[in-house]
């Protein structure tokens, strides 16, 4: 094992370490000196994923090569090997980073918030109880990030299952966050089975659960034109069904349509949860696994993953304009972002969705605590119309928010207007423009040739420092996408800014609009001082710092550049993409998109809630399918809760009906017949030789009863005697 | 003259598993019951060692050997809850203070 | 006389003579002690019998933990006072005379039974053979023995909990 990989593994124990240690004595650490242990073991972590990735950096590619070692072997299940080891490369390296880092500081924060609620049950405190489940959760997701096979993967996947629904239903004798737990855990599920069937099918026809082999085998089963692709099923390839199917985990854990309903739900648990599954664990979980399957899926699948992305993107920006509970503006602004990172896998910008990812957790992490601070600070008021003007009482709060709301709408100054093409804004910026872009390229890349000549210079990744580049053959022309594939989110970006400012205005700036809220309104330097490293943390983690990494480890490009070429055509794409073609095109459409957003959130809201109040009244129909979510819970309510109910309707009918009057059918032939034979038969013949058996077993009870003395020792020596007897037996006679 | 073969092992065994049997008979402490079960379960052990090793030539008598002992760990962890438990009822260890079962 | 019949004869005798310390000894702490001897005697054994996997088992598992567990199970059921738990001697006495029985029952027949004289195998029991029998041929019982662990670990502590304050 090569130094990196044991950084890397001992960063994932440290989490471990920290998860046994407060399981057991974690109630007698008490309330800040547990918090403190978990916040120690994960920023060990951090330190870690921090040399690890520095020692990466300084390798050339042999030395990267040199530095993965083979896994190890654990068993041999039915003739396949079970491997497991580390999945070392950019991508794992900068994850570990990401994941570590937000959650440091997620968890500090939590010991600044969880001190100030009640966290006794019976009378107990359960402080303890929390971090150990944070360090659950921190194990289980980076035990996800350095899986390289698809069964530690997959147990990984399920620990962060389990410890989303433990935390999720944290307050577990409040009703509804309980009943949130349970769907968090439910909805998954149904994802999960997805998964299931998509990991049989892998075994099935691939036989190898390694990501690489997998991968390796996809690309030879391509070649040989397998089973897998030679069958169809409803008119697609087993190919592309396996990728749907392994990307509907993806679906349940990143909270796409039509599975995205649990998360708003999740807002039940306490604030840093909220903040660590939208920013570093849960939800990227499920885009990280697109990353990693990426390699297996077909063309189909991946116009399935777009679609899924865009429909997702597009429910999830228009329900959160409508939104008043502040953390729920923030996880409908999750589920359009993690829409966008879907739709950017699905058209091949494999690069732009996690480049995506990593701004956003650190962006998203930002506002949730952000939100969690206005929350403890207005003595848990989450409802954005009674607060107003707290700039003035939490200044840190309000700027830091602020930065995370420029950074999700993509603030940033186009490069077309800039001298040299020297880019400026916020991670968000550049991988939203980035998205788009790619999304543009697929779309109508084919018209404007002439760029993609222009783009040659200005590759950023010379392709010496792609790992694993193999020379493949060129690609086939990817296949042109639906128009409708980039404009929608091309709209949905104006609509992106538009509610993140609507939700900072309202929360921040204007005449505060509940005196009592406001009065008590202060922050606590525990909970503000995550606040400001994140807010540095999203300046930082620009163009220059986590792109690189990200597109260093893109997928090889042989896998599936003879097959459709989406790795190698994400390359290719991405050399186009900073073209100024691309973003010429992009820059007059959504380059200025936030600052639309901004000034008509500031024209509508600058006054408080009047106008909004007003265009609702106006809108009235529309208004209130968005309040309402567009009624997912109330048609998934109807569908299962109803379809289970009228399945019962039918069976009781049946029941009633058709079983109960066969059997008062043979109850009343049975009590006829009985009459006769009671009567008749019984009383006269049966009884009397039933009495007699009767006063025969009694006596014979009687005659046996006296051995039955109860002692067991008597019992072995009776049985030891009958044996005794047979052997003796056996041995002399 | 004193050779080792299967008889000899054999016939040990079956001197432990007496043994074990009577004490399983006779004692009236619960615990010196588990013990007597010990000693039988012993006996057995070193039966199938001894043909693995004289009659059969593979590893398969000690691997059930090895369950034995598995069983009969966990067997003597249940059987000493429930003499806990009896001790906690009856204020005594004595199993003949347990005969409410009596005929 | 080779060693190792002489090993076997002084085992054999511990092993004889501490089983039957087990059943002369009225005071329990010291059946336990005799147990110990039996125990320690047939690991010994078992080395004779060139199981050395097994032997060490048997004294971890069953010397360390198992007696352990007697001992302890001995300390907690142990503390009423002059309670004497002799034998019933009626009982003492047709116990003796079964187990002669079948002692002698069980001797003749293994003195009469007809082995081929085989010429002791030297079984190749490495663990690492152990280990593959166990995950492969013998994976079904070895999964059901962790199940049964497992049962066993919940159901010992559900029985032993202090009862329920009313």
């Known amino acids: 094992m090569s130094t990196i990989e044991l950084l890397l593994v001992t960063g994932v124990l440290l989490p471990l370490a920290s998860f046994v240690l407060l399981a057991f004595v974690g109630s007698k650490l008490g309330k800040p000196a547990s918090g403190w242990v978990a916040v120690l073991a994960m920023a060990a972590s951090c330190v870690l994923a921090a040399v690890a990735l520095m020692q990466w950096q300084g390798l050339d590619a042999a030395g990267r090569a040199a530095a993965r070692s083979a896994p190890v072997l654990w068993a041999t299940l039915g003739g396949m090997p079970i491997k497991f080891g580390v999945n070392l490369d950019s991508l794992t390296l900068i994850m570990f980073f990401m994941v570590t880092f937000v959650s440091t500081w997620i968890f500090v924060f939590s010991v600044g918030y969880m001190a100030g609620h009640s966290d006794e049950i019976d009378g107990v405190s359960k402080f303890h109880r929390f971090f150990t489940y944070l360090s659950l959760f921190g194990f289980s997701m980076l035990l996800l990030v350095i899986a390289d096979s698809l069964l530690l993967l997959f147990i990984a996947w399920e620990l962060v299952g389990v410890c989303s629904y433990l935390l999720i239903g944290y307050y577990f004798h409040k009703k509804s966050a309980s009943d949130a737990g349970i769907k968090a855990f439910v909805t998954n599920r149904v994802g999960d089975f997805g998964f299931i069937i998509g990991l049989g099918m892998v075994v099935l026809f691939l036989g190898d659960l390694s990501l690489a082999g997998a991968a390796e085998r996809f690309h030879h089963e391509f070649t040989a034109g397998g089973p897998l692709f030679s069958r169809t099923f409803c008119g697609?390839?087993?190919?592309?069904?396996?990728?749907?199917?392994?990307?509907?985990?993806?679906?349940?854990?990143?909270?796409?349509?039509?599975?995205?309903?649990?998360?708003?739900?999740?807002?039940?648990?306490?604030?840093?949860?909220?903040?660590?599954?939208?920013?570093?664990?849960?939800?990227?979980?499920?885009?990280?696994?697109?990353?990693?399957?990426?390699?297996?899926?077909?063309?189909?699948?991946?116009?399935?993953?777009?679609?899924?992305?865009?429909?997702?993107?597009?429910?999830?920006?228009?329900?959160?304009?409508?939104?008043?509970?502040?953390?729920?503006?923030?996880?409908?602004?999750?589920?359009?972002?993690?829409?966008?990172?879907?739709?950017?896998?699905?058209?091949?910008?494999?690069?732009?969705?996690?480049?995506?990812?990593?701004?956003?957790?650190?962006?998203?992490?930002?506002?949730?605590?952000?939100?969690?601070?206005?929350?403890?600070?207005?003595?848990?008021?989450?409802?954005?119309?009674?607060?107003?003007?707290?700039?003035?009482?939490?200044?840190?709060?309000?700027?830091?928010?602020?930065?995370?709301?420029?950074?999700?709408?993509?603030?940033?100054?186009?490069?077309?207007?800039?001298?040299?093409?020297?880019?400026?804004?916020?991670?968000?910026?550049?991988?939203?423009?980035?998205?788009?872009?790619?999304?543009?390229?697929?779309?109508?890349?084919?018209?404007?040739?002439?760029?993609?000549?222009?783009?040659?210079?200005?590759?950023?990744?010379?392709?010496?420092?792609?790992?694993?580049?193999?020379?493949?053959?060129?690609?086939?022309?990817?296949?042109?996408?639906?128009?409708?594939?980039?404009?929608?989110?091309?709209?949905?970006?104006?609509?992106?800014?538009?509610?993140?400012?609507?939700?900072?205005?309202?929360?921040?700036?204007?005449?505060?609009?509940?005196?009592?809220?406001?009065?008590?309104?202060?922050?606590?330097?525990?909970?503000?001082?995550?606040?400001?490293?994140?807010?540095?943390?999203?300046?930082?983690?620009?163009?220059?710092?986590?792109?690189?990494?990200?597109?260093?480890?893109?997928?090889?490009?042989?896998?599936?550049?003879?097959?459709?070429?989406?790795?190698?055509?994400?390359?290719?794409?991405?050399?186009?993409?900073?073209?100024?073609?691309?973003?010429?095109?992009?820059?007059?459409?959504?380059?200025?998109?936030?600052?639309?957003?901004?000034?008509?959130?500031?024209?509508?809201?600058?006054?408080?809630?009047?106008?909004?109040?007003?265009?609702?009244?106006?809108?009235?129909?529309?208004?209130?399918?968005?309040?309402?979510?567009?009624?997912?819970?109330?048609?998934?309510?109807?569908?299962?809760?109803?379809?289970?109910?009228?399945?019962?309707?039918?069976?009781?009918?049946?029941d009633k009906f058709v079983v109960d009057g066969l059997v008062n059918l043979a109850a009343f032939v049975t009590e006829r017949l009985s009459w006769f034979s009671g009567m008749i038969v019984d009383q006269g013949v049966v009884d009397g030789a039933v009495n007699g058996v009767g006063r025969g077993t009694w006596s014979l009870g009687g005659l046996v009863r006296s051995p039955q003395v109860g002692r067991i020792r008597n019992y072995i020596l009776f049985a030891a005697t009958g044996v005794a007897v047979v052997v003796v037996w056996i041995a002399f006679v | 003259m004193l050779t080792v073969g299967l008889t000899q092992y054999l016939v040990l065994a079956a001197f432990l598993f007496c043994c074990g049997l009577f004490v399983m008979t006779t004692k009236r402490n619960a615990v010196g019951i588990l013990i007597g079960v010990e000693l039988v379960l012993n006996a057995a052990c070193l039966n199938l060692v001894a043909f693995s090793r004289y009659r059969v030539g593979t590893i398969d008598g000690q691997i059930a050997t090895l369950f034995i002992i598995v069983l009969a760990a966990a067997e003597a962890a249940v059987a000493i809850a429930i003499f806990v438990n009896y001790y906690r009822t009856l204020a005594t260890i004595d199993v003949d203070k347990g005969d409410e079962l009596r005929g | 006389m080779s060693g190792e019949v002489l090993a076997f004869y002084l085992l054999a005798a511990l092993a004889a003579g501490s089983a039957l310390g087990c059943v002369i000894a009225t005071n329990i702490v010291r059946m336990a002690m005799c147990l110990l001897g039996t125990l320690g005697a047939v690991a010994l054994l078992y080395f004779l019998l060139s199981a050395n996997f097994l032997a060490v088992i048997q004294l971890v598992v069953y010397a360390g933990g198992t007696l352990i567990l007697i001992v302890f199970g001995i300390?907690?059921?142990?503390?009423?006072?002059?309670?004497?738990?002799?034998?019933?001697?009626?009982?003492?006495?047709?116990?003796?005379?079964?187990?002669?029985?079948?002692?002698?029952?069980?001797?003749?027949?293994?003195?009469?039974?007809?082995?081929?004289?085989?010429?002791?195998?030297?079984?190749?029991?490495?663990?690492?053979?152990?280990?593959?029998?166990?995950?492969?041929?013998?994976?079904?019982?070895?999964?059901?023995?962790?199940?049964?662990?497992?049962?066993?670990?919940?159901?010992?502590?559900?029985?032993?909990?202090?009862?329920?304050?009313?």
């Open chain 1, 236 to 654: 697609l390839s087993l190919a592309t069904w396996m990728g749907m199917l392994l990307f509907c985990g993806a679906i349940g854990k990143s909270a796409q349509f039509p599975l995205h309903v649990w998360l708003p739900d999740a807002m039940e648990g306490p604030t840093p949860v909220s903040a660590l599954i939208h920013a570093a664990t849960m939800v990227a979980a499920g885009v990280y696994l697109t990353a990693r399957i990426f390699v297996l899926l077909t063309p189909e699948a991946q116009q399935f993953v777009a679609i899924i992305g865009c429909i997702t993107l597009t429910l999830a920006a228009l329900v959160a304009i409508v939104q008043t509970d502040i953390k729920k503006v923030l996880a409908y602004s999750t589920i359009s972002q993690l829409g966008y990172m879907m739709l950017a896998m699905g058209v091949g910008a494999w690069i732009a969705a996690l480049f995506h990812l990593l701004a956003h957790a650190f962006f998203k992490a930002l506002m949730f605590l952000g939100s969690g601070q206005v929350i403890e600070g207005c003595h848990h008021e989450q409802d954005i119309r009674k607060m107003g003007g707290l700039i003035r009482k939490m200044p840190v709060t309000g700027l830091t928010f602020l930065v995370g709301v420029l950074a999700i709408a993509g603030a940033g100054i186009p490069a077309l207007w800039m001298p040299n093409h020297m880019k400026l804004g916020l991670g968000g910026y550049f991988s939203k423009d980035e998205i788009l872009a790619v999304a543009w390229h697929r779309v109508y890349g084919e018209n404007h040739g002439e760029n993609e000549v222009a783009a040659g210079a200005e590759i950023q990744n010379p392709k010496s420092k792609i790992e694993n580049a193999t020379v493949g053959t060129p690609p086939p022309e990817p296949r042109p996408l639906s128009p409708l594939l980039f404009w929608i989110p091309v709209l949905m970006a104006y609509v992106t800014p538009f509610y993140m400012m609507r939700c900072w205005w309202l929360t921040f700036m204007g005449k505060p609009r509940d005196r009592h809220v406001h009065e008590h309104a202060h922050e606590s330097p525990l909970m503000y001082v995550p606040l400001v490293v994140l807010a540095l943390g999203t300046f930082v983690s620009s163009y220059y710092l986590f792109r690189p990494l990200v597109a260093a480890a893109a997928p090889h490009p042989f896998l599936t550049a003879s097959y459709d070429g989406a790795a190698a055509e994400a390359a290719e794409a991405h050399a186009t993409m900073i073209s100024h073609g691309a973003h010429a095109a992009l820059a007059t459409r959504v380059g200025l998109a936030f600052v639309v957003g901004f000034v008509l959130a500031w024209l509508i809201y600058r006054k408080g809630l009047a106008v909004g109040e007003k265009l609702a009244a106006a809108l009235k129909p529309v208004y209130t399918v968005l309040v309402h979510k567009f009624y997912f819970d109330e048609l998934y309510g109807l569908v299962l809760i109803g379809g289970t109910m009228a399945l019962n309707a039918v069976s009781y009918a049946f």
């Open chain 3, 75 to 166: 300390m907690v059921t142990s503390r009423t006072y002059g309670e004497k738990l002799k034998p019933r001697t009626s009982e003492a006495l047709i116990g003796t005379i079964v187990v002669l029985a079948l002692f002698a029952g069980l001797v003749a027949i293994l003195l009469r039974a007809p082995w081929t004289p085989v010429a002791p195998t030297e079984p190749s029991n490495s663990v690492a053979q152990i280990g593959q029998e166990l995950l492969g041929t013998y994976l079904v019982p070895f999964e059901l023995a962790s199940v049964l662990l497992l049962a066993v670990m919940i159901g010992a502590a559900y029985l032993a909990q202090p009862a329920k304050k009313e």
